[in-house]
């Protein structure tokens, strides 16, 4: 199938190198250890099997079914059921009947089916659920302690704070470059002399206000009303979403034209890479990803990254840690 070409339109660059930018990098704050150090026990808690009775935050491996006039009600058992009493996956009357029940027990509660049941015949009905606790497991968080630095590879607490302490102020850095070589995406982009088709820019705002006013509408609000709400009027809103439609394609048309100025290319690999990053993230097929993201789409986003670390390194840059209060 021969790929829909797109008609940009022509693009004179304005400045794109050299201009001044300020990168607001967050604070690493020693609240911001305190917690992740204390995250890390919990990440390395364990179950550990107990004869104690069973309480919210245990572990459960448990086989139940149903029954009703003393038959078994079709598809209603299931065996070696792994739950955290607590967590909401069990329903609330299975789960009130085990605490206080230990491993190897088997015992039965009573459970009234809602009026309205999915399966007609048991609608409103009063069930017996029969369960037998196969295990009960309590969940153990290790102490903040040297010990347990040393045991998940560090030299001491003290070396384990300060390889956090680096984690997180390389996760900062890189959230200020992303931020900051937007901006300097967006200011190119406003440097440009192109010509944007005005029917395009209103369209896009007719369609947002369109979208807008259907999602009032399902909350019993009219356009008018959150204009009233929001200090503002529909004519202004209606503006801001053409001039934010406007930025929206000088950025994307900015950023084509850099990348064919500085010969900024992205090759097929990195495209196969970064659906197969995106499939990782997503816990989903990469074939799904590739049915909702086209080569080109994704082409274009890593081209626009590509180009936003050319502006910052060709940029007036002067870095500066915002204040703890806005961590």
Same mark, same amino acid.
């Given at each position: ?242 001039? !934010? $439609? %406007?930025? /929206? ?5 900015? #950023?084509? @034209?850099? *990348?064919? +100025?500085?010969?900024? &290319? ?19 097929? !990469? $074939? %799904?990803? /590739? ?5 080109? #789409?994704? @082409?274009? *986003?890593? +081209?626009?990254?590509? &180009? ?20």
């Amino acid at each position: 199938m021969e790929k829909k070409k797109y008609n940009f339109p022509e693009v004179k660059l304005g400045q794109y190198k050299g201009l001044a930018i300020t990168r607001h990098v967050r604070p690493v704050t020693e609240k911001t250890l305190d917690i992740e150090m204390v995250h890390q026990t919990r990440m390395h808690a364990a179950y550990r099997p107990t004869q104690e009775p069973a309480k919210r935050g245990c572990r459960a491996l448990l086989d139940f079914a149903g029954y009703m006039d003393g038959k078994e009600i079709p598809d209603s058992r299931m065996e070696k059921v792994m739950v955290v009493l607590g967590d909401g996956k069990l329903m609330p009357a299975a789960e009130q009947a085990i605490y206080g029940h230990r491993a190897g027990e088997t015992f039965r509660f009573d459970f009234t089916y809602p009026a309205e049941f999915r399966v007609p015949e048991l609608s409103g009905k009063t069930a017996q659920f029969e369960i037998n606790l196969r295990s009960v497991a309590e969940k153990h968080t290790p102490e903040l302690t040297e010990e347990f630095a040393k045991s998940i590879g560090y030299g001491s607490l003290a070396a384990m704070r300060e390889s956090i302490r680096a984690q997180k102020q390389k996760i900062h850095e890189e959230g200020a470059d992303r931020a900051a070589g937007q901006r300097l995406l967006e200011m190119a982009g406003a440097n440009i002399e192109v010509h944007i088709a005005p029917e395009t820019l209103d369209r896009t705002a007719d369609n947002e206000m369109k979208l807008l006013g259907e999602r009032l509408s399902r909350s019993g609000l009219t356009v008018e009303q959150h204009c009233k709400n929001s200090h503002t009027t529909p004519e202004a809103l209606r503006q801001r979403y053409r001039d !934010e $439609a %406007e930025s /929206r394609a000088r950025v994307m048309l900015a #950023a084509r @034209a850099i *990348a064919e +100025a500085e010969q900024i &290319v992205v090759h097929p690999e990195e495209v196969n890479a970064e659906y197969r990053r995106l499939a990782a993230l997503q816990e989903t097929p !990469e $074939a %799904e990803i /590739r049915k909702v993201l086209t080569e080109d #789409a994704v @082409a274009a *986003a890593l +081209a626009a990254k590509k &180009v936003q670390r050319f502006l910052l390194d060709h940029a007036e840059v002067t870095s500066v840690t915002d204040s703890a209060e806005k961590e």
